[in-house]
């Protein structure tokens, strides 16, 4: 567990917070203006400062593979992205310093002007889907069923992977494709070109099926 | 609604409503501090859902405390008016 600077500031405001209610509780004294001066910081400044450094920790804590690995449903993917030997497109990004801890969400998130509430809302899905269908369900069952939202979109590839270098358009299906791989025609994520993101869950789901 | 408020603001105790808020205070700050130290996906969603919703609520309790005591007070105009002479009269 490692917990931020920023974190045990909030935590030392919401200590301070807690006091002066405890306190108030237990001695009820008289409401008068310094009583309500020390309850205007204990019930607001201290609690406010409390949730905005939260929101800051927390939105950074989505980001991170652990979070998405709190559901046991992702307990299989995220175990094969920090496979050594796994070759699948995310085990492999997984083990660049740019992606790291943060894989799930780098190559996840919606890029666009939009892109983090968008992202957000996506996560919101998958808390919906959790809480009314997965939740109950082992992990090995699951895994058939654990499909993308919407084909994975090349853009997403294209933020590093810009399709204009040298060493990558010397590569004659890049150079055949140019044009389809821009547009999100051909996937660079299937099986006739780079291989699924997360090899695996492809198999059990065509086991599945 | 208006009528419920105006009801509330003349009736309502300060002290309990201050109970009130101290306790959803405090129930709001442990879900908070939570979510600083387990940052999985129920720890995080309860602080900025329901902790940070339980946390408004405390300080509006607060805020209608402090409407309550200005209701109630007595405001002086900035400028006091002359006190009446004998001429005057």
């Given at each position: 567990?490692?917990?931020?600077?920023?974190?045990?500031?909030?935590?030392?405001?919401?200590?301070?917070?807690?006091?002066?209610?405890?306190?108030?509780?237990?001695?009820r004294?008289p409401?008068?203006?310094?009583?309500?001066g020390?309850?205007?910081?204990?019930?607001?400044?201290?609690?406010?400062?409390?949730?905005?450094i939260?929101?800051?920790?927390?939105l950074?804590a989505?980001?991170?593979?652990?979070?998405?690995?709190?559901?046991?449903?992702?307990?299989?993917?995220?175990?094969d992205?920090?496979?050594?030997?796994?070759?699948?497109?995310a085990?492999?990004?997984?083990?660049?310093?740019?992606f790291?801890?943060?894989?799930?969400?780098?190559c996840?998130?919606?890029?666009?002007?939009?892109?983090?509430a968008?992202?957000k809302?996506?996560?919101?899905g998958?808390?919906?889907?959790?809480?009314?269908?997965?939740?109950?369900?082992?992990?090995?069952?699951?895994v058939?069923?654990?499909?993308?939202?919407?084909?994975?979109?090349?853009?997403n590839?294209m933020?590093?992977?810009?399709?204009?270098?040298?060493?990558?358009?010397e590569?004659a299906?890049?150079?055949g494709?140019?044009?389809?791989?821009?547009?999100?025609?051909?996937?660079?994520?299937?099986?006739g070109?780079?291989?699924?993101?997360?090899?695996?869950?492809k198999?059990?789901?065509?086991?599945?099926? | 609604?208006?009528?419920?408020?105006?009801?509330?603001?003349?009736?309502?105790?300060?002290?309990?409503?201050?109970?009130?808020?101290?306790?959803?205070?405090?129930?709001?700050?442990?879900?908070?501090?939570?979510?600083?130290?387990?940052?999985?996906?129920?720890?995080?969603?309860?602080?900025?859902?329901?902790?940070?919703?339980?946390?408004?609520?405390?300080?509006?309790?607060?805020l209608?405390?402090?409407?309550?005591?200005?209701?109630?007070?007595?405001?002086?105009?900035?400028?006091?008016?002359?006190?009446?002479?004998?001429?005057?009269?």
């Amino acid at each position: 567990m490692h917990v931020s600077p920023l974190s045990w500031i909030a935590l030392a405001c919401a200590v301070v917070a807690a006091v002066i209610m405890l306190l108030y509780l237990v001695y009820r004294p008289p409401l008068d203006t310094k009583t309500k001066g020390f309850l205007a910081l204990g019930l607001g400044v201290l609690p406010i400062m409390t949730a905005l450094i939260g929101n800051v920790e927390g939105l950074r804590a989505t980001e991170s593979q652990a979070f998405c690995g709190s559901c046991h449903t992702m307990d299989l993917h995220i175990a094969d992205a920090n496979d050594p030997d796994s070759m699948g497109l995310a085990a492999i990004h997984s083990r660049t310093k740019m992606f790291g801890d943060r894989s799930c969400y780098v190559c996840h998130k919606d890029y666009g002007m939009y892109g983090y509430a968008l992202t957000k809302l996506g996560g919101m899905g998958h808390v919906y889907y959790f809480l009314t269908d997965y939740a109950w369900e082992d992990v090995h069952d699951s895994v058939p069923r654990i499909h993308i939202a919407r084909p994975f979109r090349n853009d997403n590839c294209m933020q590093c992977h810009s399709t204009s270098g040298r060493l990558w358009n010397e590569v004659a299906d890049h150079q055949g494709l140019l044009e389809d791989l821009r547009a999100g025609q051909t996937s660079c994520a299937s099986a006739g070109c780079h291989g699924y993101a997360h090899p695996f869950s492809k198999a059990a789901e065509e086991e599945g099926i | 609604m208006n009528r419920r408020l105006e009801n509330l603001l003349n009736t309502a105790s300060r002290a309990r409503l201050l109970v009130a808020a101290c306790v959803l205070g405090l129930i709001a700050l442990t879900l908070m501090s939570w979510s600083l130290f387990d940052q999985g996906w129920i720890p995080v969603m309860m602080a900025m859902s329901i902790g940070q919703g339980i946390g408004t609520l405390s300080f509006v309790l607060f805020l209608l405390v402090v409407v309550i005591d200005l209701r109630k007070a007595t405001f002086r105009p900035s400028m006091p008016h002359d006190a009446p002479t004998n001429k005057d009269k």
